[in-house]
């Protein structure tokens, strides 16, 4: 992949709005999130030089460090999209303007203890529709009464629904997925969509994402995480 920051972030945006005009929708229905885990802050001042302002991150630390390195940046929004461990929480409930893997009642309790005081958090529950291939996520019978719970919890709100299926090139096979969180967040009255990566967020978009987690099209590939 070659290309500025400012120049793969102009294409990916063509092509968002690209399938926004396929799928009839107007193209400020979908929020585009910058992925920049394991990405250094510079790249990310690139990114909002050039207009953009959500940025998704997957690590509570790193998300805790750059909010604090980049804290001039104003109307930049942070989106906490990894799975958390309840003692870091708190790093989340603090730089985050939305959480994208909720799912787990243990991690909502400690936001919600958290975001006392503070505006409600959006939040995405995560739901693993890929079935045995992804680890994360609810299983969509489980979401019912998880939901109920969430929702009744002060400084959440509940707002849609996540899903990081396994990549796949068998379009139909990806459109299966996030057709079933689409009709997922029907039946549960969420509004919010967040789904599609840069593998597949045109598919996603035609089938109805309101939010998409694109990385690697935008900063380019990624070193591979040290545990
Ligand atoms: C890394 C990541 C993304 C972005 O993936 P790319 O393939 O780099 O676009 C989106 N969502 C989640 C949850 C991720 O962990």
New binding site residues.
């Given amino acids: 992949m070659s290309g500025s920051v400012a120049e793969r972030l102009a294409s990916v945006r063509e092509r968002v709005a690209a399938a926004c005009a396929r799928a009839g929708r107007p193209v400020e229905s979908v929020t585009l999130v910058a992925?920049s885990?394991l990405k250094p802050a510079d790249l990310i001042r690139e990114a909002y030089a050039a207009g953009q302002r959500d940025f998704?991150e997957?690590y509570a630390q790193e998300l805790r460090d750059k909010a604090a390195e980049l804290e001039g940046l104003e109307g930049l929004r942070w989106h906490a999209?990894?799975a958390l461990q309840t003692n870091k929480v708190k790093y989340v409930a603090r730089a985050a303007g939305a959480f994208?893997?909720l799912d787990r009642l243990e991690v909502a309790r400690e936001l919600s203890k958290r975001r006392e005081g503070a505006p409600p958090l959006p939040v995405y529950v995560e739901v693993n529709v890929g079935g045995e291939a992804t680890k994360s996520g609810l299983a969509p019978d489980a979401l019912g009464v998880f939901l109920d719970e969430v929702r009744a919890l002060p400084g959440l709100q509940a707002v849609g629904l996540m899903a990081?299926p396994p990549p796949t090139e068998e379009e139909a096979r990806a459109r299966a997925d996030f057709q079933a969180l689409r009709e997922l967040a029907r039946v549960h009255g969420l509004p919010g969509l967040s789904m599609g990566?840069?593998?597949d967020f045109e598919w996603a978009i035609e089938e109805g994402a309101t939010v998409v987690?694109?990385?690697?099209?935008i900063f380019g590939e990624?070193a591979l995480k040290s545990p």
């Fill in positions: 992925v885990k998704g997957n999209i990894g994208h893997a990081l990566t840069t593998h987690r694109v990385g690697t099209a990624r």
